[in-house]
């Protein structure tokens, strides 16, 4: 990525300087695990990725989000070529899935009533 490109946020529009030189800086297994998420390497417009990208900051300074890294990882960058391919919902209702397992558990009240409507929002639609 040069220094030229010009990164967005999923929710919230331009990134700063700190937050792209940390883009630049990821790992191969943190790309890989980005990619996973994303349903492949290439950018895709996914309704749901404001909610995963507001869920993963709300996690990121518990005790609990090496956790929930390693189950995402295992999830949906395993080692070698073995990368389980999905469909948007399906991802999305695994990640709610595993946030919950893992993540939910961790965080504050507050954190905790903000991360309810979003991981509503990633459970698909029930047909009545």
Request: net charge negative; aromatic share 4%.
């Amino acid at each position: 990525m040069s220094d030229g490109d010009w990164l967005e946020r999923l929710d919230d529009g331009p990134l700063s300087d700190a937050e792209q030189d940390l883009i630049r800086a990821a790992t191969g297994e943190e790309r890989a695990l980005a990619e996973g998420l994303a349903g492949g390497e290439e950018p895709v417009a996914d309704p749901e990725a404001p909610a995963i990208a507001s869920l993963l900051r709300l996690a990121s300074g518990t005790d609990v989000v090496s956790l929930l890294r390693a189950s995402l990882r295992e999830m949906f960058a395993p080692p070698g070529e073995s990368r389980r391919a999905m469909d948007r919902e399906r991802r999305s209702c695994a990640f709610a899935e595993l946030y919950r397992t893992f993540a939910l558990p961790g965080l504050d009240a507050a954190a905790g009533e903000t991360a309810g409507p979003l991981l509503g929002a990633l459970e698909p639609a029930s047909s009545g």
